[in-house]
């Protein structure tokens, strides 16, 4: 077996065919998740090392958005290849439907330990959206097993996102999420989004008009308490709007949650394993989910893998199931061996780097930077951000794509939804990388400028 634990990753291998064929193909038959057709402009990757990617040209570029905020540990990290090439000696998988493997209990382990107690209890499934859809499953049995089956009504955020899934895509007002897809599920409800309006719309005003808590406790009275399950929150927005929810927004809605017997489930599949500088953005606010999903960063993008992670109360109900004795939700391949050992090795070079320390460090200088030179430019309406996750957003969606567009030009990636620019580097990114990261979008925002 090839060591590469001190080894950098070997220079790749000359792609058999050329971009433009590779691009064709592409064209012809791959079918892009939420992206417009026929985008002459999007990369196709080859490979990458740390913070770098490559393209089919053999063009190299700085990551600036980490894939999809997943690559928190760059691409090609010795220490999670050399954990895949070991696990992969060792054994593939192993389903947990009546057995177990290795890798799985340890990372259970794991997460219980990163969250902390009473979070003890992890369902694994293969993406993000699984873990909500898997979530809303849960809290629905839940309620039912403890004698409330009326409790089914799921609450969550007008500009929340949580999958892709039929259910998870009811729980988004935005009809870009379910529109021409038929009936949308019931049993689901939405509150305003903790953001002021004006704001968002640009008009002039004043002072702002923040939706706080209280949207959420006049929602659970309207449908009655005694038919809510759980309210579904992203501790910082992230396809709505990059949006970080205002300090003591969590703590407002676990009271609520608590007087009204509802469940908080905290979607942490963008948020956690460090992207915003702590663990999980949800100790930020001292709070106690009942329970959090994670994915993207988990494994780091090294593999698909997500969490539904849960209380002791919530999992030990599930032994009662009239039906199984058991949770009655999962997948053939929940707790890969592959996707856990990759999340294993992540986790740890994460503790042994001081990652989440230094994600905190080039986070604050990552915002702050963006903050004194982005703001208040021509057309930027606002910038905001937490750790490594920070978004700008523009007067118009036409802008954000153009700066995207000057960035790639200037050798760096970043996306944009809509009028918000995104910003995730992955959290090994230097304070150097940083600053081209801000010089870039600093002489994008100038370069397309109007004025
Ligand atoms: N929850 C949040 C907060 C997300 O940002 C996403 C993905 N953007 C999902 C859930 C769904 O994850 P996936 O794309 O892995 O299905």
Redesign the pocket.
């Known amino acids: 077996m090839t060591d590469l634990s001190v080894a950098p990753s070997p220079a790749p291998a000359a792609p058999a065919l050329t971009g433009d064929e590779l691009a064709e193909l592409d064209r012809r038959h791959l079918l892009h998740p939420w992206t417009p057709m026929g985008d002459p402009e999007q990369l196709l990757i080859v490979s990458g090392e740390g913070c770098d990617v490559t393209d089919s040209y053999g063009r190299t570029y700085l990551d600036g958005r980490s894939g999809?905020f997943n690559a928190t540990l760059g691409y090609g990290h010795p220490r999670v290849l050399a954990a895949l090439q070991e696990q992969a000696g060792k054994l593939m998988t192993y389903a947990l439907l009546g057995s177990s493997n290795e890798p799985a209990v340890l990372l259970a382990a794991k997460l219980a330990e990163l969250l902390g107690e009473p979070l003890s209890r992890t369902l694994f499934c293969n993406?993000?959206?699984?873990a909500?859809e898997a979530a809303v499953r849960i809290v629905r049995m839940y309620h039912t097993l403890q004698g409330q089956p009326e409790r089914t009504t799921v609450i969550s955020l007008a500009d929340g996102?949580?999958?892709?899934t039929s259910g998870t895509t009811a729980m988004s007002a935005s009809p870009i999420a379910w529109a021409g897809c038929g009936p949308r599920p019931g049993g689901f409800v939405q509150i305003a989004t903790p953001r002021c309006a004006q704001c968002a719309s640009g008009a002039a005003h004043d002072p702002c008009a923040v939706p706080g808590p209280e949207a959420l406790e006049e929602a659970v009275l309207a449908q009655g308490a005694e038919n809510v399950a759980a309210f579904f929150v992203?501790p910082v927005l992230?396809?709505g709007g990059l949006l970080p929810l205002p300090a003591g927004y969590l703590r407002g809605v676990r009271d609520i949650c608590d007087r009204y017997g509802v469940l908080l489930v905290v979607?942490e599949?963008?948020t956690g394993l460090g992207r915003t500088g702590a663990w999980f953005a949800h100790q930020r606010e001292g709070i106690t989910p009942d329970i959090v999903t994670t994915?993207?960063g988990l494994t780091s993008g090294y593999a698909p893998l997500?969490a539904v992670t849960m209380t002791t109360a919530i999992a030990d109900v599930f032994a009662t199931d009239p039906m199984l004795g058991g949770l009655r939700h999962g997948h053939t391949t929940s707790g890969h061996a592959m996707g856990a050992a990759a999340a294993l090795a992540v986790l740890r070079v994460i503790e042994e780097d001081g990652l989440i320390e230094h994600a905190a460090a080039v986070g604050e200088r990552l915002c702050g930077q963006l903050t004194a030179r982005l703001k208040g430019l021509d057309g930027v309406r606002d910038v905001r951000g937490v750790g490594l996750l920070a978004g700008i957003e523009f007067d118009s969606f036409p802008r954000a794509s153009q700066v995207v567009a000057a960035c790639r030009r200037a050798g760096v990636v970043v996306r944009s939804e809509g009028p918000v620019l995104f910003v995730s580097p992955p959290l090994i990114v230097t304070e150097e990388q940083v600053d081209r990261i801000v010089d870039a979008l600093y002489a994008g925002v100038v370069a397309t400028s109007a004025a």
């Open positions: 999809q993406s993000g959206s699984e909500s996102y949580h999958g892709t992203e992230g396809v979607d599949v963008t994915a993207k997500a």
